[in-house]
């Protein structure tokens, strides 16, 4: 059997309209299978079930979420609104607005007083991958969420000092309110400091 590049175990991200396109392909047009899975870029074993009718269209894989399908994609449009509108939602925000639905719903859940844990945000980033994304936020920093996209490069690109270089730069700012700074003495220091990072670099290789 073919596999087109796809590497063993890993499940192929399709857009559900493709798979119905493809379905139309078959069913109407009267390609084959293999022919129009390929064209729209779906699963051959999903296309043969839907022509085959062994499952529905919309049917999901796993277990059954605990919110429904229409609750979920309310809350992506409400995280991509607010990402939108220059203030992203973190993930405990969406945990938080998550442990709402479900406290009005009062359904039956596994969560702990009704707030979905970490996994449950994986999860759900995982179902709507095509249309959000989660941001791992660097030191001190919450992970965000974000339109499939729309991630703003100063979000991912910026990087802590590190912390000497923090401590560094404290003690400088002390001298100089007190007046002890003297700045020729501070770039042979730097460079000093500098010397030290190489040679301790050459000793660890």
């Known amino acids: 059997m073919v596999n087109h590049g796809q590497k063993p175990g890993v499940r192929r991200r399709y857009l559900l309209e493709n798979l119905a396109k493809a379905l139309k392909m078959v069913q109407e047009e009267g390609a084959s299978i293999s022919k129009a899975a390929m064209f729209y870029k779906v699963p051959r074993t999903t296309l043969t079930d ?40 973190t993930t405990t925000d969406l945990r ?44 001190g920093r919450p992970s965000v969420l974000y339109p499939k996209g729309e991630v703003p490069c100063s979000y991912t690109s910026s990087k802590p000092r590190p912390k000497s270089e923090v401590e560094n730069s404290k003690e400088i700012q002390r001298k100089k309110q007190n007046g002890n700074f003297d700045l020729e003495l501070e770039k042979k220091r730097k460079k000093l400091r500098k010397k030290k990072r190489l040679q301790r670099k050459m000793l660890a290789t």
Do not use: Y
């Not at 359904?107 to 007083?113: A, G, H, S, W």
């Open 96 to 139: 938080n607005k998550a442990q709402a639905l479900i406290n009005v719903a009062t359904r039956f859940n596994p969560f702990p007083n009704n707030l979905p844990g970490k996994s449950w945000v994986f999860g759900i980033v995982s179902r709507h991958s095509l249309k959000i994304e989660m941001v791992q936020g660097n030191v």
């Open 50 to 89: 839907k022509v085959r009718e062994r499952s529905c269209m919309d049917c999901a894989i796993g277990a059954k979420t605990v919110l429904t399908k229409n609750e979920e994609e309310k809350l992506v449009d409400w995280i991509i609104e607010r990402a939108r509108s220059g203030n992203p939602c």
